[in-house]
């Protein structure tokens, strides 16, 4: 009975499903071939039928399900009827196996805000750099991000025509994030990953002070969180603005739950609160280990640039 799970447990694992679904949408999109890209504010930032139709997906699916729940998504989509077929009223049940920690037990729908990226990653989805793209689904109480899911659509697109194409990783703060395996840069590496398209004097500023022994430059918030909690990367610097709530609000929370840490550029928590301002006027600074190694290099001309 759905009754005896908490609210909590119930969204993610509903979560779970809905971005799976998500995730097959934006498969299905590419497989079709016309990717419908409209500009939104600049030639960097686009969107496409992918995003449109699993923003439709993941918030309808949502709100039939918790009617009660704040949901923002990124696209500013006109309202209408949604086509039956976009609608996953599944939930997973592994998810609802697990006990929710007994700080979230007694939250109610009306207390959660779902932060929603349908396709994080649009310009590389446009450019057939599909490992960069993922769906974020996260979840607020209290303006605290406390879990989220990930869906990454194309996770193994390169292993050949047999392999089994996507993967979701989940997690709740207090709980733990699953899905993946967790695995760190090598003792004495730092590793930087940074924006692939939003380029600037600060951002080039920023990851040179961290003395770096490779950068790599990427799209996507949720796929250079991947990138720290598998061994990838060793920090995630972002000395600009440009990045949304929806792109932090599910990735804060894996890396938060597997011990890692996600602040602003001067280490500032995030806010999640639904009246809060959508960019990240401050940057983002991540890592999973040594945050105050990266934290110390961050230069004084790159805070005073950016402010909270």
Known sequence: MASSHTVLMRLVASAYSI??????????????????????????????????????????????KFPKLTIIGEEDLPFEEVDQELIEDGQWEEILQQPCPSQYSAIKEEDLVVWVDPLDGTKEYTEGLLDNVTVLIGIAYEGKAIAGVINQPYYNYQAGPDAVLGRTIWGVLGLGAFGFQLKEVPAGKHIITTTRSHNSKLVTDCVTAMNPDDVLRVGGAGNKIIQLIEGKASAYVFASPGCKKWDTC???????????????????????????????????????????????????????ALVP
Do not use: F
């Open 19 to 64: 971005a799976q679904k998500a995730g097959t949408i934006v498969r299905r999109v590419i497989a079709e071939g016309d990717l419908g890209i409209v500009q939104k504010t600049c030639a960097t930032d686009l969107q496409t039928k992918a995003d449109r139709l699993a923003q439709m997906s993941i918030c309808s699916s949502l709100a039939r």
């Open 250 to 304: 599910a990735p804060e929370v894996i890396l938060h739950a597997v011990g890692g840490k996600l602040t602003d550029i001067h280490g500032n928590a995030l806010q999640y609160n639904k009246e809060v301002k959508h960019m990240n006027s401050a940057g983002v600074l991540a890592t999973l280990r040594n945050y105050d190694y990266y934290a110390s290099r961050v230069p004084e001309s790159v805070k005073n």
